[in-house]
């Protein structure tokens, strides 16, 4: 079925950066679109960013486009969020997810996910 | 507040039916399937139901997914303690271009 393993979460000051990743196993990797879901405390799940098996597709939610950039190296099956520009509005737990189909557009079918990462922005 | 609306909560007694409905528009709904996620406390969502009403492989089938126009429901029976969780249903959203989720559900097995 695969599993997922993120990382890179930590407490940051708004404005600053920070770089999540997500390491799979168990699936092909290259086969499956991947997404980024956050969950801020107490709150329900937002979409936050998706990208097709081969990274030639990439998605983003209005809130983070162009503060956020999802990335993938398929050589090391690891999916990527760098993320800019922080505010206090993206605490959260980020959880990366894999999706069961390959382009990553449509209806989102997330099939795995990993226990995620917390990033803390606050000064 | 979320495109897609779902009750805040519901709730039942062991061995009931209860119903979770999620209601949209016809940038989503109308014109996409439905996706189930059910997140246990302290734990990773996982997927319930997909295409309206597809179960993944290990999906009991006492969690069923219909879909109808611009709403979307998930009934759960036999009801247990152990379904206590919260809900999301999930569409895509041709007007936003993306994912869109409901506001969640909370289920509590009285």
């Known amino acids: 079925e695969g599993q997922l393993l993120e990382s890179g979460g930590d407490l940051v000051q708004p404005g600053g950066s920070l770089r999540l990743s997500c390491a799979a196993s168990?699936?092909?990797?290259?086969?499956?679109?991947m997404s980024w879901v956050r969950q801020a405390p107490g709150k329900g799940l937002e979409w936050v960013s998706t990208?097709?098996?081969?990274?030639?597709?990439?998605y983003y939610a209005d809130s983070v486009k162009g503060r956020f950039t999802i990335s993938r190296d398929n050589s090391k099956n690891t999916v990527f969020l760098q993320m800019n520009s922080l505010r206090a509005e993206d605490t959260a737990l980020y959880y990366c997810?894999?999706?069961?189909?390959?382009?990553?557009?449509?209806?989102?079918?997330?099939?795995?996910w990993g226990q995620g990462t917390t990033v803390t922005v606050s000064s | 507040q979320s495109v897609l609306t779902q009750p805040p909560s519901a709730s039942g007694t062991p061995g009931q039916r209860v119903t979770i409905s999620c209601s949209g528009s016809?940038?989503?709904?109308?014109?996409?399937?439905v996706n189930w996620y059910q997140q246990l406390p302290g734990t990773a969502p996982r997927l319930l139901i997909y295409?309206?009403?597809q179960r993944p492989s290990g999906v009991p089938d006492r969690f069923s997914g219909s879909k109808s126009g611009t709403s979307a429901s998930l009934a759960i029976s036999g009801l247990q303690s152990e379904v206590e969780a919260d809900y999301y249903c999930?569409?895509?959203?041709?007007?936003?271009?993306?994912?869109?989720f409901g506001g969640g559900t909370k289920l509590t097995v009285l």
């Open positions: 990208i097709s098996g081969s990274g030639d597709y990439t």
């Open positions: 997810a894999k999706d069961r189909n390959y382009y990553g557009s449509g209806s989102p079918q997330w099939d795995v």
């Open positions: 999930a569409t895509w959203d041709d007007s936003l271009n993306g994912p869109v």
């Open positions: 168990g699936f092909t990797f290259n086969s499956y679109a």
């Open positions: 295409s309206n009403n």
């Open positions: 016809s940038s989503n709904i109308g014109s996409n399937s």
